[in-house]
Nanobody, 116 residues
Framework: QVQLVESGGGLVQPGGSLRLSCAAS????????LKWYRQAPGKQRDLVAAITSGGSTNYADSVKGRFTISRDNVKNTAYLQMNSVQPEDTAVYYC??????????WGQGTQVTVSS
């Protein structure tokens, strides 16, 4: 059983930066894919970025060049560095972990609000 806890959200001005964290319980020693999703009010939950246990990354077109996904295997923590944020980035951000041969785990989400 794995638990994910997101943190780092908050209020930020357009053009600003913040870093989201996703801490996983225990030591993850498996083939996995870690993804960040976001969901704005009244909209579907969309994929933002993904990273595999091998280190490969993928990004939604809307965040390419602005967001960076990374992980620290020692700390069992993944990150989403958000730069040059815009109002359309406002959403609840969720961490999602899929282990090989298992079902997905989700965190509780962290709110990001971009406003002046």
């Amino acid at each position: 059983q794995v638990q994910l806890v997101e943190s780092g959200g908050g209020l930020v001005q357009p053009g600003g930066s913040l870093r989201l964290s996703c801490a996983a319980s225990g030591t993850i020693m498996a083939i996995y894919t870690l993804k960040w999703y976001r969901q704005a009010p009244g909209k579907q939950r969309d994929l933002v970025a993904a990273i595999t246990s091998g280190g490969s990354t993928n990004y939604a077109d809307s965040v390419k060049g602005r967001f960076t996904i990374s992980r620290d295997n020692v700390k069992n923590t993944a990150y989403l560095q958000m730069n040059s944020v815009q109002p359309e980035d406002t959403a609840v951000y969720y961490c999602n972990l899929v282990l090989a041969g298992s079902f997905p785990y989700w965190g509780q989400g962290t709110q990001v609000t971009v406003s002046s």
